[in-house]
């Protein structure tokens, strides 16, 4: 309850950030609701704080082209509250499943991803979006791929003097849907299994594309790549994500964590329920187009029958 | 290091250390007592306070992060000797016992309840995930939530 | 009769609360004031070779830095219980050579504040020889295991046998069905949401000490630091209990920290803080529970209960805390019988040492964990014997015609319907309604289960002299003052103590309505040794009953005073007057003018100038009530919950609860008592376990990993009452306190069980995680069981 000793300095910009780390280490801070907790249990001593939490700039969502930007000081809040149709549902639930509403108040998306917590949720749903982390450093700028920026257990892309600016994600078109579904710790409300599924559905109701993801198993967000491949040119029938979903154990690897409240095993077995799960609502949310194409067609079926019918009489 | 902020509509300033937590601040700087320490890992919302007008809880904020910020705290939430909506829904539906989560819960539940005069059972129910209450079971918390909320619309 | 109870009077200690102005010992400053940290064991179980203090105390800020050789002046915390025969070792307040649970203290650092005072516990550097430990109740008495104490043989400290032990074996043989089952009622951590915390003053002049502390009785901390440990005497000790924020029995002990803060307060004579933090809370506070049992159920074919035997290891921890031998003894045993005539029972009990926190009361102490036995007993009975659970209890449910009943275990019961408060539950809850859905969902494949559980609770421990014959240190009566005021104010003192129950509301009801004057002119005190006379305080759900019948004696002495008055001043005969407690008025018979107002006669017995021969001025009564038995409530509970086929997560779908806790004096306080007992119970069935691994390291210390229950895990709980007044006390009432919680864990437990029957599953312990329920029905299912 009592965090060590630290020096503390406040940077107004990104590029003073940078050089305060440079000149005196430590670790950056943002809303703190990863670092702090850690700190009061005296699990971390960084001795250094810089203050990246009043950044102008850094701090919202905006829509570029065929993308989102989300500033790594965005609140998870202002993620979960976002109203825009072509946000990514995935991201937008998940971050409303976040701790609690004070939290997501605080927390903000780069602290969050920044600190790589394997039972966090953005970093499953930034996974399955292919989402791109902006950086920058010292040496000027760089994106990278979300597939390389979740490197280990607590362990990012992050250099030590860089910081995390922004987080983009595509938009969602008609097409395209997500979901993110979780298995909550019944005391810390972290994720033992979640899962993210980002499906694009064709005009016949055929999926054409799926990157799903899956998170709190394994060190670090994982990538399911077995699971899309089997979905893609199928319809999104039960019986397809179930046989799809259950060859996420194919994808998981040998490092599946197990604590006190959900054994290694467990988790296991729930991560073909809860990909199926994300799979079915994102492939819902994709599918709309087909089922109105479709259900215009057995309307419109209806009418020409019952005009035939009259026709004849 | 120097901060100055806003609590309760007066202005503070102090020269703290940059450790010091927020919720230390307001309890041992200023005498503000009412926001409550009931765990250290973020986890029970017995701290919870507005800052800059949302919740958080001000065990997981530093003093120097709320530098210049506006706060209010339990104490401030009562107008002019009268009390909050929600401090008298509390009362009405005997939403406390021990009164420890108290403080909390009603600086949760009133930003819960801004804007937002029909609030359903569920809707409260997870509206006060942050919160932990070991005495009431909760049921005449939402009980309270319920009524403040339309009593802040300015129905009953 | 009279204005308030029975009534749903709003809360008069309210308004400080929703205010943020709550008197929480965390909250107290005194200038000058130190602050304390205390350095703990990290080993469950270690020799300590040195400790180097020398780092920590040379740190700016540090005031001083204390081992436990500096303790060598205070005594030990001792056991409050202690029935014959009983091995009782050492506890020392800080580890001198050995450390024997993670957490026991070893060092104590005084600093200027409480960042620095960590800062220097942190360098303290401790040099240990770990020892192999041993953290399972039963597994303490194998052969082998590491001894926790060297005076107890076995890690036995007792063993407590009740009943016939040869007829109950007998009936047990002889049955026509037995059922036989292992059972563990898991360790609980209380976790009141306000974390313990003391402050001491020490007045060098006078030489008196002040303690603040977050205490459910704070007369018996003054007599165990007065007499004990800390060994100032009474008469120059303080001890103030004020607001305290939940208990649930963990703040009945007497705590190493409350002899050490006092300790260093005048050591250092100056004021001296500390507080816990939840980390702290979870490897000091007392824990529950913690039982392995051995239970063994006689029957006859149509169901009817012929016997119960039942072993019992109750894990006791590390050190026997206060009342620590007490719950799993006298408390449990004695509770076997239910609301169900059973013609023998044996119970006994094996208080076992072990590496772990000591255990100790938690809310229902032994009561819970009795219930939990004969009922999850009672469940698989009916389920062998292809009967309804409710009919197979109502087949053995003692008759109201038979009360009082004497059961085979001890206690004697005093009043009850139970036919009426099962008929009431199953109309409240609709339980054959209920069962129908079930049999509905069960062919959709899902799995819905109906819960039903029928508990019985003793609650306000008493009377003394039985208490102390079992083995307590002191007795269990309660104390009451009425001091009325020249102008006919009140002020009540009580040596019960409120941490959440809502005696100031209460009690003002009881007091008002006792003397006929307005609640608003009754103001109640309690929580300071040196404002109240001596009281035992509140725990057992004992505060209506032993408390509140000690204000309605004091209550019956004032009256009895104003009418002698009022019988000289209306110059009438003491027998023609009416005290009518509506009003206050005191009066002539048939008279209603011929009447002296409460004011008028308080005022007259102050200035005592026209008093009756003989009479006293002044008008203050006290008494101390110690009743002729516990009350015993009685409850019974229905809950519905689905089950998630994949994950194995447990939904509450529906809950309904009937309880008879005897007259009511403020229906929407004892409501609140229930639901909130309810909604802990729940937490046992489904969430909270305190878990140690094999090396004694606690994995359950904070929050992120102990499930306490949440909001949104609830439905809306619906709850009524069956009232049967107690005989034992001139209210009628019985505890509420408890039952919520002793019902909520076994009626949610007989849902989950019930839903997983279809499976063939027939037992899972607690807590019941999705992952030990998905487990379950997989391997029902792959093995091809159920339906």
Not at chain 3, 157 to 181: C, N, R, Y
Not at chain 3, 484 to 505: F, Y
Not at chain 3, 727 to 751: F, Y
């Amino acid at each position: 309850m009592y965090p060590p000793k630290f020096d503390y300095y406040r940077a107004d910009s990104v590029d003073e950030a940078v050089a305060l780390m440079g000149q005196h280490g430590g670790k950056f801070i943002a809303g703190g609701h990863s670092l702090l907790p850690v700190m009061k249990m005296r699990l971390a001593d960084p001795g250094v704080l810089i203050d990246i939490g009043r950044i102008d700039g850094l701090r919202g969502i905006t829509r570029s082209g065929n993308s989102f930007r989300i500033g790594a000081l965005t609140t998870h809040a202002t993620v979960a509250a976002y109203d825009d149709r072509h946000f990514p549902d995935a991201l937008k639930h998940a971050a409303g499943m976040i701790g609690d509403p004070q939290v997501r108040n605080r927390g903000t998306v780069g602290g969050n991803v920044a600190h790589a917590d394997p039972a966090s949720d953005l970093p499953t749903v930034f996974l399955a979006l292919g989402a791109t982390f902006h950086i920058a450093g010292a040496n000027g700028a760089r994106s990278v791929h979300a597939a390389n920026f979740f490197t280990g257990l607590f362990e990012t892309a992050l250099a030590e003097n860089e910081v995390l600016t922004a987080v983009e994600v595509p938009a969602e078109g008609i097409e395209n849907g997500s979901a993110y579904a979780k298995l909550f710790n019944p005391a810390s409300r972290y994720a033992m299994v979640g899962a993210c599924a980002n499906i694009t559905v064709s005009l016949t109701g055929e999926c054409t594309a799926c990157s799903v993801a899956v998170g709190g198993l394994t060190p670090k967000a994982t990538a399911a790549p077995s699971v899309g491949a089997a979905l893609v040119g199928k319809q999104l029938t039960d019986d397809n994500i179930a046989a799809a979903a259950a060859l996420v154990l194919n994808d998981l690897g040998g490092d599946v964590m197990g604590d006190i409240h959900a054994s290694a095993e467990y988790r296991r077995q729930m991560a073909p329920v809860f990909v199926g799960r994300a799979l079915t609502l994102a492939g819902h949310r994709a599918g709309w187009v087909a089922r109105l194409q479709k259900n215009v067609k057995d309307v419109a079926g209806d009418v020409l029958e019952e005009i035939e019918r009259r026709l004849r009489k | 290091m120097k901060v100055s902020m806003t609590v309760n509509g007066k202005a503070t300033e102090r020269d703290v250390e940059p450790r010091m937590l927020l919720v230390h601040f307001l309890r041992d700087e200023l005498g503000l007592t009412g926001a409550n320490i009931g765990c250290d890992t973020t986890q029970c919302g017995s701290c919870t306070i507005h800052l800059n007008g949302t919740a958080v809880k001000s065990c997981t904020v530093l003093a120097v992060q709320a530098d210049g910020t506006s706060i209010t705290t339990i104490e401030g939430l009562a107008q002019n000797g009268n009390l909050h909506p929600m401090q008298q829904a509390f009362w009405d539906k005997h939403g406390l016992q021990c009164g420890f989560c108290t403080p909390g819960m009603i600086m949760a539940a009133t930003k819960l309840a801004a804007g937002n005069p029909h609030l359903t059972d569920e809707e409260i129910r997870h509206g006060l995930e942050g919160n932990l209450c070991r005495c009431t079971g909760y049921e005449n918390i939402v009980r309270a939530v319920k009524a403040g909320a339309q009593a802040m619309a300015g129905g009953d | 009769m009279g204005n308030y109870k029975g009534k749903s009077m709003k809360r008069v200690e309210d308004p400080r609360f929703i205010q943020g102005k709550g008197r929480y010992v965390a909250n107290l400053s005194i200038p000058g004031m130190v602050h304390v940290a205390i350095k703990r064991s990290p080993y469950a179980h270690a020799t300590i070779n040195s400790v180097d203090t020398a780092a920590a105390a040379a740190l700016p800020g540090v005031v001083a830095v204390y081992t436990g050789s500096d303790f060598s002046n205070v005594g030990g915390l001792p056991c409050g219980f202690t029935p014959p025969g009983i091995k009782t070792p050492a506890h020392p307040v800080v580890a001198v050579s050995k450390v024997r649970h993670v957490g026991d203290p070893v060092a104590v650092v005084v600093a200027e504040n409480a960042y620095i005072a960590h800062d220097a516990v942190d360098l303290i550097e401790v040099d240990y020889t770990p020892l192999p430990a041993i953290v399972d109740a039963k597994g303490a008495m194998d052969t082998g295991a590491p001894l926790v104490h060297d005076d107890v043989p076995d890690n036995c400290s007792f063993h407590w046998p009740l009943g016939d032990k040869d007829a109950t074996a007998q009936a047990i043989a002889s049955a026509d069905h037995v059922v036989e089952m292992e059972l563990i009622n898991q360790r609980l951590i209380p976790n009141a949401m306000e974390p313990r915390a003391c402050v001491a003053q020490w007045d060098s002049f006078m030489e008196n000490m002040t303690v603040w502390t977050t205490s459910q009785n704070p007369h018996t901390i003054r007599l165990l630091l007065g007499a004990f440990t800390l060994q100032i005497p009474e008469h120059k000790l303080r001890v103030i209990s004020p607001d305290v924020g939940g208990g649930f029995g963990s703040k009945i002990f007497h705590y190493a920290e409350e002899v050490i803060v006092p300790w260093v307060a005048r050591a250092v004579n100056r004021p001296a803080k500390w507080v816990s933090t939840r980390s702290e809370a979870s490897i000091t506070d007392a824990h529950g529970r913690d039982h392995v049992t051995h239970a063994k159920l006689g029957l006859k074919k149509d169901g009817t209960i012929t016997g119960l035997y039942v072993t019992t290891w109750a894990n006791m921890g590390a050190y026997l805390s206060t009342f620590a031998p007490l719950i799993p003894t006298a408390l449990y045993i004695t509770l076997l019988s239910g609301l169900y005539k059973i013609p023998v029972i044996f119970g006994e009990t094996y208080g076992t040492m072990t590496n772990t926190v000591p255990v100790d009361a938690y809310r229902g102490a032994g009561r819970p964990e009795a219930s939990y036995v004969l009922e999850r007993l009672l469940d698989i009975a009916a389920q062998d014997l292809k009967m309804d659970p409710v009919e197979l209890r109502r087949k053995n449910l003692i008759p109201p015609n038979e009360f009082p009943y004497q059961t085979p275990v001890a206690l004697q019961y005093d009043s009850g319907n139970y036919p009426a408060l099962f008929d009431k539950i199953e109309q409240l809850a609709d339980y054959k309604g209920m069962r129908k859905e079930q049999e509905k969902a069960r062919k959709d494949g899902r799995l819905v289960g109906v819960g039903f559980s029928s508990c019985i609770e003793a609650s306000g421990p008493a009377p003394s002299a039985v208490a102390v014959g079992l083995g307590a240190g002191i007795g269990l009566f309660e104390s009451g003052v009425i001091r009325v005021h020249p102008t006919g104010k009140v002020t009540v003192l009580t040596g019960s103590h409120a941490h959440g129950q809502g005696h100031e509301t209460t009690f003002a009801q009881i007091v008002a309505d006792e003397l006929g004057v307005p609640m608003e002119d009754v103001e109640i005190i309690h929580g300071d040794t040196e404002r109240t006379p001596y009281g035992v305080g509140t725990y057992g759900s004992r505060s209506a009953a032993i408390g509140g019948s000690a204000l309605v004696k004091s209550a019956e002495k004032i009256r009895h005073k104003l009418t002698l008055l009022a019988a000289h001043l209306l110059e009438a005969d003491p027998a023609d007057i009416v005290y009518d407690q509506n009003s206050g008025k005191v009066h002539v018979k048939g008279a209603p003018d011929r009447a002296k107002a409460f004011g008028e006669l308080s005022f007259a017995l102050t200035t005592a100038d026209k008093l009756p021969p003989g009479m006293e001025a002044g008008l203050e009564e006290t008494s101390f009530y110690d009743p002729a038995n516990f009350t015993f409530p009685n409850s019974a509970h229905v809950a519905q919950v689905e089950i998630d086929r994949d994950t194995g997560e447990v939904t509450i779908q529906k809950y309904a609860a009937v309880d008879d806790v005897g007259k009511v004096i403020n229906p929407l306080i004892v409501e609140g008592q229930i639901v909130g007992g309810i909604v802990q119970g729940v937490g046992q069935a489904l969430w909270e376990h305190g878990v140690y691994d094999e090396n004694g390291q606690l994995l359950t210390a904070t929050m992120l990993d102990y499930a306490m229950p949440r909001a949104d895990r609830f439905p809306t709980i619906q709850v009524d009452r069956n009232e049967t007044p107690s005989p034992h006390n001139p209210l009628g009432v019985k505890g509420a306190g408890e039952m919520g919680t002793i019902a909520g864990t076994t009626t949610i437990v007989s849902a989950v069980m019930d839903a997983l029957a279809p499976l063939g599953i027939r037992h899972l312990e607690m807590p019941l995680t999705a992952e030990k329920i998905h487990n379950a029905i997989k391997a029902a299912t792959s093995n091809g069981g159920g339906n």
